[in-house]
């Protein structure tokens, strides 16, 4: 038997920058390439780049569910390896990707069956619902393939192997990126499908993603390495922990994306085709920034539920204060530059000077939102990583509600600026930052359960 390996957490700075720097890129390398593929769109014309928008938040709430159950998983198998229980490790991932493969066949089966009446609904203008709903009978199928990657990324994360996934992301994007390239516009000999071109394009990415992940962990030999012997037996036990422990985040995380949706939708009826792309821009802008802050909040998962598995409660606030100075710092210096020249960003999506005006507001807004990012997702996944999940879920209903209002009476009734518009991240990240503080200081999560 080969030499076992070591599944304890270094909490250091050092140790929490060899964590967190490859989720960060290879969450960055995907957000560069959704700003590529935006401006691709941006060249094909403002309306593509508006419907970008709506297409692309819709995928996002499916997403968002499996990044839930991620989390989740994360969370579980993170605690397992401060345990040092490591057959439980293997069995965990695999009950989360069975698990992730029915929540993909559902959302495939809704999609085909009962998009477009949403779309019409919603009030959107017809075209717009022919070419969204066209495009996402395409792209929903990625879905299959995400969720498979996603299972496996939260496996080498909970194994402190997050530099593999840099390696994932890199070919996903460049995959991506040459197939955008060929079948929006007709190169390398490829048809020129226009828009739904980005969703083929897109498809076939995830498909590369999650065969490459999977040649990582099979040829690496990553599980041996940690002595980690697959277990495929489905047991009901572990099927019911992940999903009690993923169903509210994976409520959160849809209810949160869906809310989004439903900001893009008001921003499609009230505002024109300029102000639409500029919040496609506006919702890119987000992802990127936000990147470093979704990588800090999956380290800090992984970190404190070591640190729990290990027994280690007093030192859970003195790790997150290191992560909360890592993490504000490097967003600082992201938002200081993005605001001393705007017009680099915007020049990127091909539209012309007004667009660059239209853009600018927004942008300073979004900037700041950033920064309240930072420290919201880093206490929630505090939360998440005590297995307080329920809790969770009641943080994230108070703050979508607190959004919903704020953008209904902004945007529905007063008809106010895009500008005001886009303050909706403010109010929705300080209620979620406000309420994990106030639960980690005051709340009972200290009696932690075990799973």
Not at 21 to 33: F, G, Q, W
Not at 113 to 142: C, K, Q, W
């Amino acid at each position: 038997m080969a030499q076992q390996s070591s599944l304890r957490i270094d909490t250091s700075v050092k140790g929490i920058i060899l964590l967190t720097l490859p989720i960060s890129m290879a969450k960055l390398i995907p957000e560069i390439n959704y700003l590529v593929n935006a401006g691709f769109l941006g060249h094909l014309g403002n309306v593509e780049l508006a419907l970008a928008g709506i297409t692309g938040v819709y995928y996002l709430i499916f997403a968002a569910i499996g990044y839930g159950l991620n989390n989740a998983l994360l969370a579980i198998m993170s605690r397992r390896a401060g345990e040092e229980n490591r057959r439980q490790i293997f069995s965990t991932l695999w009950h989360g990707l069975v698990i992730a493969f029915f929540l993909a066949l559902g959302f495939v089966a809704f999609t085909l069956l009962g998009l477009r009446e949403i779309l019409v609904f919603s009030g959107i203008p017809a075209t717009s619902v022919y070419m969204a709903h066209d495009f996402l009978n395409i792209r929903i199928f990625g879905l299959f393939f995400l969720y498979a990657m996603q299972m496996q990324n939260a496996y080498l994360i909970s194994l402190q192997q997050s530099k593999y996934l840099m390696h994932v992301a890199i070919l996903e994007s460049v995959v991506n990126v040459v197939l955008d390239y060929g079948l929006i516009f007709g190169n390398f000999g490829l048809p020129a499908l226009g828009f739904n071109g980005a969703a083929y394009a897109s498809v076939i990415s995830e498909v590369a993603g999650m065969l490459t992940v999977f040649a990582i962990i099979k040829g690496f030999r990553i599980s041996r390495r940690f002595d980690i012997i697959p277990d495929w037996q489905i047991k009901w036990s572990t099927i019911r922990l992940v999903f009690t422990q993923g169903l509210p985040l994976m409520a959160q995380y849809a209810v949160s994306t869906l809310a989004w949706w439903i900001f893009f939708l008001l921003v499609s009826r009230h505002y024109d085709y300029n102000e639409q792309a500029v919040s496609q821009v506006m919702r890119n802008l987000f992802g990127l920034g936000g990147v470093f802050s979704w990588a800090f909040g999956s380290a800090t998962n992984t970190i404190i539920s070591n640190l729990i598995g290990q027994g280690k409660i007093s030192q859970i606030f003195p790790v997150l204060s290191r992560i909360m100075k890592i993490s504000i710092g490097g967003m600082l210096f992201i938002t200081v530059l993005l605001n001393l020249f705007p017009g680099l960003f915007l020049g990127i999506f091909g539209q012309g000077p007004e667009f660059m005006i239209l853009g600018t507001g927004p942008l300073r807004i979004v900037s700041v939102a950033m920064l309240i990012l930072c420290l919201g997702i880093i206490w929630l996944n505090t939360v998440v990583a005590t297995g307080k999940t329920n809790v969770v879920f009641y943080i994230e209903v108070a703050g979508i509600t607190s959004y919903l209002i704020y953008v209904w009476i902004v945007i529905e009734v007063l008809r106010q600026s895009l500008n005001v518009a886009w303050m909706s991240e403010w109010v929705y990240w300080s209620v979620m930052f406000g309420l994990s503080f106030w639960y980690l200081r005051k709340g009972d999560w200290r009696m932690i359960e075990r799973y």
